[in-house]
């Protein structure tokens, strides 16, 4: 069975440091990783994806994330935070092999304090 | 803005009762997927749908059920409502092909159930 966790459920950064937002997931094939951010009322806003090929991928407002299979984890990160950076990011995984659906991490609350 | 509206945005119920959230897909979507979130938690998949067929489902008892139009808009119908169904549903589309294709989420309907 598919399966994400994220291991803190808050990540407290300085305006203007790097962030990184952990993920690390389960999947019996092939994953294909995604990140969501969410803010307050508001439904989920895709960030990025790995399918396959290059390990790092880029994706909106300056976001990356890093893929690492031997550690299965799927890593957020940005080289410098914004106030406006402050939301819930949730990781997900989706394994075609075993269903249609995305499979959701809990969510992490980053705070970008000024 | 993703182009996928929900409506209503928000819904207060009473145990029992029966309810009704509508979803309009992005143009060109074939595919939409619902998702229940719990306050704190990650979304939690409900079930899908592709060309009006249902296309998967999660672990969601059967008064949880679905349609999709031949416009690709969609309803989720709960009926005999519970306390725990009190939750922000989230309608998803997408153009589905190799499965690797990102979700595209409504804002949601928050449902309060009494």
């Known amino acids: 069975a598919q399966s994400v966790a994220q291991p803190e459920d808050q990540v407290n950064v300085a305006e203007g440091n790097p962030l990184t937002v952990k993920c690390t997931y389960s999947?019996?094939?092939?994953?294909?990783l995604f990140w969501y951010v969410q803010y307050p009322n508001r439904g989920l806003q895709f960030l990025l994806k790995?399918?396959?090929?290059?390990?790092l991928v880029k994706g909106s407002y300056g976001f990356e994330a890093e893929f690492n299979k031997s550690q299965t984890s799927f890593h957020l990160k940005k080289p410098s935070a914004l106030v406006s950076d402050s939301a819930l990011y949730f990781c997900?995984?989706?394994?075609?092999?075993?269903?249609?659906?995305?499979?959701f991490g809990p969510g992490t609350r980053l705070s970008v304090l000024p | 803005e993703t182009g996928v509206t929900q409506s209503p945005t928000h819904l207060i119920k009473t145990r029992g009762q029966q309810v009704t959230l509508r979803c309009s897909s992005q143009?060109?979507?074939?595919?939409v997927s619902w998702y229940q979130q719990a306050l704190g938690q990650g979304p939690q998949f409900i079930f899908q749908?592709?060309?009006?067929?249902?296309?998967g489902r999660g672990n969601f008892p059967p008064r949880f059920s679905g349609l999709q139009f031949p416009n690709y808009s969609s309803e989720l119908n709960v009926n005999a409502l519970e306390l725990d169904d009190s939750a922000l549903y989230l309608c998803?589309?997408?153009?589905?092909?190799?499965?690797?294709?990102?979700?595209?989420f409504g804002s949601g309907t928050q449902l309060s159930v009494l």
């Open positions: 143009s060109g979507h074939n595919t």
């Open positions: 999947v019996s094939g092939n994953p294909y």
């Open positions: 749908y592709y060309r009006e067929e249902e296309n």
């Open positions: 997900a995984v989706r394994d075609v092999n075993y269903g249609q659906n995305f499979v």
């Open positions: 998803a589309s997408s153009l589905e092909g190799q499965g690797t294709e990102k979700l595209f």
């Open positions: 790995y399918i396959t090929g290059d390990n």
